[in-house]
């Protein structure tokens, strides 16, 4: 066993590094987390980093480690822990995983859009992925059914595949730069009904709420309402640039003769493309609000309301609570 020592008082390794608050401190904190270098990090550093959290939460850390260290270490916590339950996440799951997935997803539809079986293939597999991703970052306290993930999975995709497939169809005699915008319409689309009915347990028996101290209050469906619709927006708000922009920069690189005689190289080009505004963009998103969200009392349940100002008095002004990624 390593030798170990108490650690000086004044370091919480679960304090943030940077000001949760602000957008600015958020966006530090998630370009730590979501750095696609992360997801080559073998799994028995990633439980060396998790033995090293706890012990330091247990005031016990091996003699001789730094700060630094043990920053890093609470960064590759957050990278591939859920922070509910504390369970490795699998990769494709991680936002870690954000940049390389998301590049060859978005490359790939942007660049084969214009018949119906490549843009049936492609939403298919987008979807299967956000399924994957919208299932590891769920409220972990709010437990889902295999036939719930299906029914998720299936609604979505088919959301995406008739909004996709519709608007294809209907703008064949649109300008092109319309049709390249077809796939992130329907990304959009799927977002707004894949997160909700993944994340229905939450909104039908609530999350678990507590006050600025961590101590459980209660569930709350409301908070879960508010939660989720934050995760809608960041996820729309994350592909957005890529699909507006870069369908504009393509049309304009198209234009040129070199780019003609090089087709093959477009679907590459597309994903590097994809790749920097992910880059940017998949902390920024999950920078968009504060992962440890907050509800004014005022606008919880009745019920609910009225039971903590019974236990509590005027004492809780907010509750708290993870929205989820």
């Known amino acids: 066993a390593q030798t170990q020592e ?37 799994n028995a550093e990633l439980e060396r980093a998790k033995a090293l959290v706890q012990g330091c939460r247990a005031g016990l850390v091996p003699l001789g480690s730094s700060q630094e260290q043990l920053r890093y270490a609470k960064t590759l916590y957050d990278s591939a822990f859920h922070p509910d339950s504390g369970e490795r996440m699998n990769l494709l799951g991680r936002m870690s995983f954000q940049v390389p997935g998301g590049m060859a997803l978005t490359g790939c539809m942007l660049q084969f859009y214009r018949t119906v079986p490549a843009v049936v293939f492609w939403q298919w597999v987008n979807q299967s992925f956000n399924a994957v991703v919208n299932y590891t ?24 595949l008739a909004t996709a497939v519709g608007l294809n169809l209907y703008t064949k005699r649109a300008p092109p730069l319309v049709a390249r915008w077809v796939p992130f319409v329907a990304v959009a689309a799927a977002n707004c009904v894949n997160i ?95 992962q440890r969200c907050s509800l004014a009392l005022a606008d919880l349940e009745p019920e609910l309301r009225t039971s903590i100002v019974a236990e509590r008095g005027d004492q809780v002004p907010y509750v708290y609570f993870n929205k989820g990624l």
């Open 137 to 160: 970052n769920r409220n972990a306290a709010s437990p889902i059914s295999l036939k719930q993930i299906a029914v998720a999975y299936v609604t979505a995709t088919g959301t995406a």
């Open 6 to 42: 108490k650690m000086t008082p004044a370091f919480d390794i679960d304090a943030p590094r940077w000001d949760q608050s602000t957008f600015l401190g958020r966006l530090r904190h998630f370009l730590a987390i979501t750095d696609p270098r992360l997801v080559l990090v073998p």
């Open 196 to 290: 909700p009915i993944m994340r229905q347990q939450e909104i039908i028996h609530g999350i678990t709420v507590t006050d600025g101290d961590g101590n459980e209050l209660g569930h709350s469906r409301r908070a879960a309402a508010k939660g989720i619709a934050q995760v809608v927006v960041s996820r729309i708000t994350m592909a957005a640039p890529g699909m507006i922009i870069l369908p504009i920069i393509m049309e304009r690189l198209e234009r040129f003769p070199f780019m003609k005689r090089i087709r093959v190289l477009h679907a590459p080009l597309q994903m590097l493309l994809s790749g920097g505004f992910l880059l940017f963009m998949v902390p920024a998103a999950c920078a968009l609000f504060p």
